[in-house]
Nanobody, 125 residues
Framework: QVQLVESGGGLVQPGGSLRLSCTAS????????VGWYSQAPGKQRELVAT???????NYADSVKGRFTIARNNAKNMVYLQMNSLKPEDPAVYYC???????????????????WGQGTQVTVSS
C-alpha cells in the first residue's frame, strides 16, 4: 500500500512560483510512475505532468515551459515546480502513484493506483 501526502500549496501572485511536494509512505516510489493532476471546481481531474520509473516526463500543453516534475526516490518524494503561475491554473493539485510492472499493461494494475488528498493553489493579485 502507498499513502501519499501533498504539500506546498498556497497563495501566490500571477507570475509567481510554488513547489509542490508529494511524499510517499508504505512503499517506495521506485516501482511507481507518478503524476500530478489538477482539478478546477466543477471539472474533471486532469493530468498536469507525469514521470516514469526511468525518469521520462510528460506535460500537459497548458503547463509546458512553466512546470517541471522531478523525483527523488531516496526520499520517496516527487516535486512539481510551478513557475509563471496564472489565475486560470486549476486550484487543487493531486499526486498519483501507479504501480509499474514490466510486461504488464497499466490497465491490469488499476487497483494499484493511489491518490493523495490534494493541496490547494490559489493564484490571485
Amino acid at each position: 500500500q502507498v499513502q501519499l501526502v501533498e504539500s506546498g500549496g498556497g497563495l501566490v501572485q500571477p507570475g509567481g512560483s510554488l513547489r509542490l511536494s508529494c511524499t510517499a509512505s508504505g512503499s517506495s516510489f521506485s516501482n511507481y510512475a507518478v503524476g500530478w493532476y489538477s482539478q478546477a471546481p466543477g471539472k474533471q481531474r486532469e493530468l498536469v505532468a507525469t514521470i516514469t520509473i526511468g525518469g521520462s516526463t510528460n506535460y500537459a500543453d497548458s503547463v509546458k515551459g512553466r512546470f517541471t516534475i522531478a523525483r527523488n526516490n531516496a526520499k520517496n518524494m516527487v516535486y512539481l515546480q510551478m513557475n509563471s503561475l496564472k489565475p486560470e491554473d486549476p486550484a487543487v493539485y493531486y499526486c498519483n502513484a501507479r504501480l509499474e510492472i514490466p510486461g504488464r499493461h497499466p490497465a491490469s494494475l488499476a487497483d494499484y493506483s493511489y491518490w493523495g488528498q490534494g493541496t490547494q493553489v490559489t493564484v490571485s493579485s
